[in-house]
């Protein structure tokens, strides 16, 4: 190629980090006119193409460069321009939101990515930051959030060696806050919003547009999930407007949505409505079917605010035909009617007292965790278990509740949703000290308003509505009291005891009567605690071992002591050797014997 023509592909791409895609487009049109242009300068040119036809907007242009991209460089076995066109296709796919194939399209990439060796040239790093953002993005739509968050930091270490980083910086910063929002840490996702908002370009084009209104509608549901009503609102209708001017039916349709919802929760119905008959005249254009359905949903909303019966009956009817669509695309609409749904039966069994109502609700939460898991949102699905823990409550049904919350809380710790988790212990800790009011509730009978309020069904309905968000309990360090390792039939193998002068004998009595109520749920790992007195004894099966921590105060911070106190014994060998030769001879270990056990305690419990 001619200097000329290499002066002119650098400008190409000097033109596009400042986002002139169109004079980048003509300037590419010019360039292809030289019939001498060497193979990878043609590939080169079908990227930028690609990526400029993809940033406009003009989608099935994108789609058929990034295939004749794809096809070429595996003929010329040119990889890393393969991994450019499978790069950008994803990018499309997920603005199109079609992530059936943006997963496959993933996993192409991936193995194609690893299968390169590694270099320290500027084109493989280009990749690389590439494959990091593609991956974090599949991270984040899988709801593996924190694996999301490593790989999107990673992406922007490496951006600092890229001349790239100007056009896709503002994207990663507001995932990152998409990211936060979704594990619950608003005030991350607040920051993080900001820091996208000031790199995105300004330039009037499909992608910079598109980027501010993603980060408007996720600034709109922050604002809500705190109770912020007006600045969600706010943001939220900004979104919308520029939906609509690009017409991007799935997206309008949310947006449409989360409005109609903050005006009910407003008690603004009128306006509600006006909302309502615009989304209803968009819906009669050429539109995505998620569009349609959630027109449906944000009708049953507004009729479900109404105080007429027969509208209450209208919004049921217009709910259960969402819930039995097939061919819902997006599986949150179904979740949402499904949620709805559950509400209406809660106001109805307010209404009428009858305890039945409560058995038909088991199904549509079935359905509800069939949808989680099919989603793989691991937020939903400890948020359900919750839900489902109150269910149960109603019910007088205690030791269903608590082996739920303990697996709700064990779903949102494996997953990373740790402010999930800490309200979920919470939850727990306070159902242990009520469990007398409970069981009074359930002799003298009391009323529906009274069991719903002091289960706080609504506050949870609220929050996988998203119209709540999780409110961080203020932690506090345990008092700790003792540490025990004890086997299943009782017998103690480690006891220390951290508060000077105490009787433990009395206590250890009451838990052993305890143990011996609770050993299945126990060795099942699906209750990890129980109430005794003013103090909690906190439970970890270690086959054949049990390690229990006995405290007073607040469970959650206490918990993890005692698990990463559990993974060391099973992972220490010098301790574990030590406990299985206890068990065969009965002796008790010291605090200091083995070694490493009295370093083990300090490290993690004094420390």
Request: hydrophobic share 40%; glycine share 4%; charged share 25%.
């Amino acid at each position: 190629m001619s200097d000329s023509a290499s002066k002119e592909l650098a400008l190409v791409k000097e033109l596009m980090q400042e986002g002139k895609m169109e004079e980048a487009l003509q300037l590419i049109k010019d360039i292809e006119e030289n019939d001498n242009l060497p193979i990878e300068d043609k590939l080169k040119i079908l990227g930028h193409k690609a990526f400029i036809y993809s940033y406009l907007g003009q989608f099935e242009i994108a789609l058929k460069t990034t295939e004749e991209l794809y096809q070429k460089s595996q003929e010329t076995e040119m990889l890393f321009f393969s991994l450019d066109a499978l790069f950008l296709k994803a990018w499309v796919l997920t603005y199109l939101g079609k992530f059936e194939e943006l997963y496959n399209t993933f996993e192409q990439q991936e193995t194609m990515f690893n299968s390169l060796p590694q270099e320290d040239s500027l084109e493989y790093q280009e990749r690389e930051v590439n494959f990091l953002i593609l991956k974090a993005n599949v991270s984040y739509y899988k709801t593996n959030f924190d694996l999301a968050l490593r790989d999107f930091e990673k992406s922007l270490t490496l951006l600092e060696k890229s001349d790239l980083q100007s056009l896709y910086i503002s994207n990663i910063y507001s995932s990152m806050a998409f990211t936060y929002n979704a594990k619950g840490e608003v005030q991350l996702a607040s920051e993080f919003y900001e820091k996208a908002l000031s790199h995105i370009s300004k330039r009037d084009h499909y992608f910079p547009k598109i980027s501010k209104a993603d980060i408007y509608r996720g600034m709109g549901l922050t604002f809500s999930s705190k109770g912020d009503l007006n600045n969600g609102l706010e943001y939220h209708k900004r979104a919308l407007e520029i939906y609509k001017k690009f017409e991007i039916s799935w997206r309008i349709g949310w947006s449409y949505y989360a409005i109609i919802n903050l005006l009910v929760m407003k008690k603004q119905i009128n306006q509600a409505q006006k909302y309502l008959q615009q989304f209803k005249n968009d819906t009669e254009k050429p539109g995505s079917n998620v569009q349609v359905l959630l027109y449906q949903l944000s009708k049953a909303i507004i009729l479900r605010s109404s105080s007429k019966i027969g509208d209450h009956v209208e919004a049921e009817k217009i709910l259960k035909k969402i819930v039995k669509e097939e061919s819902i695309v997006h599986l949150w609409v179904r979740f949402f009617a499904l949620s709805d749904l559950c509400r209406s039966y809660f106001e109805r069994y307010q209404l009428t007292n009858r305890m039945e109502i409560l058995d038909d609700i088991q199904p549509l939460i079935d359905q509800m965790q069939g949808e989680t898991t099919m989603k793989s949102s691991y937020f939903g699905l400890a948020t359900l278990k919750l839900f489902q823990a109150k269910l149960a409550l109603l019910q007088i049904n205690m030791v269903d509740a608590r082996k739920l919350l303990t697996e709700a809380q064990k779903i949102a710790e494996e997953h990373g949703l740790q402010i999930l988790a800490s309200e979920i212990s919470r939850e727990h800790d306070r159902l242990l000290e009520e469990l007398k009011l409970w069981e009074s509730i359930k002799k003298t009978k009391a009323s529906v308003s009274e069991r719903l309020k002091l289960a706080s069904v609504d506050e949870v309905l609220e929050r996988m509505q998203g119209r709540r968000k999780i409110e961080p309990p203020e932690l506090t360090n345990e008092e700790p009291i003792s540490l025990l390792i004890m086997d299943n039939s009782g017998a103690t193998y480690f006891n220390h005891i951290f508060v000077e002068n105490w009787d433990f004998s009395d206590l250890f009595s009451a838990f052993m009567s305890a143990f011996n109520t609770f050993s299945g749920e126990i060795f099942s790992k699906s209750i990890d605690r129980i109430k005794i007195g003013e103090n909690t004894i906190l439970i970890n099966p270690i086959e054949p071992f049990l390690a229990c921590y006995i405290i007073k105060g607040q469970s959650y911070s206490a918990q993890q002591k005692l698990t990463r106190f559990s993974d060391t014994l099973k992972t220490t060998t010098e301790i574990w050797d030590a406990l299985n030769r206890a068990a065969k001879t009965s002796e008790m270990l010291e605090l200091n014997n083995p070694p490493s056990l009295g370093t083990t305690v300090n490290e993690i419990f004094i420390k």
